[in-house]
C-alpha cells in the first residue's frame, strides 16, 4: 500500500519503546521518556529504527493478505452463516418474503469472526517478520561490530541454520494468539461505522477515518498482554548453535509467568502507552485508504 513508507517511518519508534518496554523490567528503563532518551543518547536516532526493513518490506504483504482475506471471509460467512434460505411462506398472511430486498448485514460479531479468520491467515506471514524484527529491536549495541545481528538478512540466515523452519516461525503459536484479537478491532469497527453512519453526518471517508482509529485502540485494550507475551517468547534465546543463551520460555504459560514474577499484573501493560499513542492515527489513516479503494472497486 501507498500509505505503508510513511506510516512505518512515523510509526516504527514508537513499536521500538514499545518491544524494548516490554522486554525488559523497570530496572532497565523506567518508562517511554527513560527508554527514549537513553536509546538515542546511546544510539543516536538509528537505534530506533533497529529492525525497520522486515516490517517495511513485510507490512505490504502483510496488509494486503489481511484486508484481503477478510474481505473473502466476510462475504463467506455471509453467504453461509448469515444468510438464511428463503422462508416458505406458509399460510401467514404476515409473512412476505420479497426475493428482491436486499439481503440482511453481517453483523458485528460475524465481522469478528471473520477478523479472527484473517488474523490467522495472516499470521503466518507475520510470525517470522516480527520474530525477526523482535530480535534486531533489542539488541542495544550502537556499532554493527558488537551486535550477533548485522541485519535482517543476516538475522534469518542465522536462526534458519541452527534452527530451521521452527526457529523462523518461533512464536508463532504467540501470534495466532495475539491476532485472534482481531474479533474486537473489526467486530468495533462495524459497530463504529454503523453509528456514525446513522447518528452523524460524516462522510464516508471521515468515518472510515474515526471508526478506523478508535476500533484499532479496542483491539489494542483487549490484546495487549498478549503482545507482550508474544515479544518475550520472539526474543527468547534460542540457544543451540546460535550461541545465544538459554531458552527461558519452552511454553507460552512460562512467559507469562515470568511477566507476572518480575512486575505484577501491570507488567502486561507495560509500553502500553507508546503503542496507544501510536495505534489511533496510523490505522486510521490505513483503514481510510482501503475503504476507499474498496469502494473504487467494481461492484463484486
Known amino acids: 500500500m501507498t500509505l505503508t513508507l510513511p506510516r512505518h517511518t512515523v510509526g516504527h519508534p514508537f513499536d521500538t519503546i514499545k518491544v524494548r518496554l516490554q522486554t525488559t523490567t523497570s530496572a532497565r528503563f523506567a518508562g517511554p521518556l527513560a527508554c527514549l532518551t537513553q536509546t538515542l543518547r546511546n544510539e543516536g536516532?538509528?537505534?530506533?529504527?533497529?529492525?525497520?526493513?522486515?516490517?517495511?518490506v513485510g507490512w505490504m504483504f502483510m496488509d494486503s493478505v489481511m484486508l484481503g482475506s477478510l474481505s473473502v471471509y466476510r462475504r463467506l460467512l455471509h453467504e453461509t452463516l448469515f444468510s438464511p434460505p428463503p422462508r416458505p411462506n406458509h399460510h401467514d398472511p404476515h409473512l412476505h418474503d420479497d426475493p428482491a430486498s436486499p439481503p440482511l448485514p453481517l453483523p458485528a460479531y460475524g465481522h469478528g469472526l471473520a477478523g479472527i479468520?484473517?488474523?490467522?491467515?495472516?499470521?503466518?506471514?507475520?510470525?517470522?517478520?516480527?520474530?525477526?524484527?523482535?530480535?534486531?529491536?533489542?539488541?542495544?549495541?550502537?556499532?554493527?561490530?558488537?551486535r550477533r545481528y548485522s541485519g535482517p538478512v543476516d538475522c534469518a540466515r542465522k536462526i534458519w541454520r541452527y534452527h530451521g523452519l521452527g526457529g523462523?516461525?518461533?512464536?508463532?503459536?504467540?501470534?495466532?494468539?495475539?491476532?485472534?484479537?482481531?474479533?474486537?478491532?473489526?467486530?468495533?469497527?462495524?459497530?463504529?461505522?454503523?453509528?456514525?453512519?446513522?447518528?452523524?453526518?460524516?462522510?464516508?471517508?471521515?468515518i472510515n477515518f474515526w471508526a478506523g482509529g478508535l476500533s484499532a485502540q479496542v483491539f489494542w485494550l483487549f490484546s495487549y498482554p498478549s503482545d507482550v507475551v508474544k515479544q518475550r517468547i520472539m526474543t527468547d534465546p534460542l540457544g543451540g548453535g546460535l550461541g545465544d543463551g538459554v531458552r527461558r520460555f519452552p511454553r507460552w504459560r512460562d512467559a507469562a509467568?515470568?511477566?507476572?514474577?518480575?512486575?505484577?499484573?501491570?507488567?502486561?501493560?507495560?509500553?502500553?502507552?507508546?503503542?496507544?499513542?501510536r495505534a489511533f492515527p496510523a490505522n486510521a489513516m490505513a483503514l481510510l485508504v482501503f475503504e476507499a479503494a474498496m469502494r473504487a472497486l467494481p461492484d463484486r
Open 45 to 56: 536516532l538509528a537505534g530506533l529504527y533497529k529492525g525497520a526493513t522486515p516490517p517495511l
Open 168 to 206: 523462523v516461525y518461533h512464536g508463532l503459536q504467540a501470534t495466532l494468539l495475539f491476532r485472534s484479537f482481531f474479533f474486537f478491532w473489526w467486530g468495533s469497527y462495524d459497530v463504529f461505522s454503523r453509528w456514525m453512519a446513522q447518528h452523524t453526518s460524516l462522510s464516508a471517508p471521515a
Open 117 to 146: 479468520l484473517a488474523g490467522a491467515t495472516v499470521s503466518f506471514v507475520a510470525a517470522p517478520v516480527e520474530h525477526v524484527k523482535a530480535r534486531l529491536q533489542i539488541q542495544y549495541a550502537a556499532h554493527k561490530s558488537g
Open 257 to 277: 509467568r515470568a511477566v507476572y514474577t518480575e512486575s505484577g499484573v501491570m507488567g502486561y501493560w507495560r509500553g502500553f502507552l507508546p503503542c496507544f499513542l
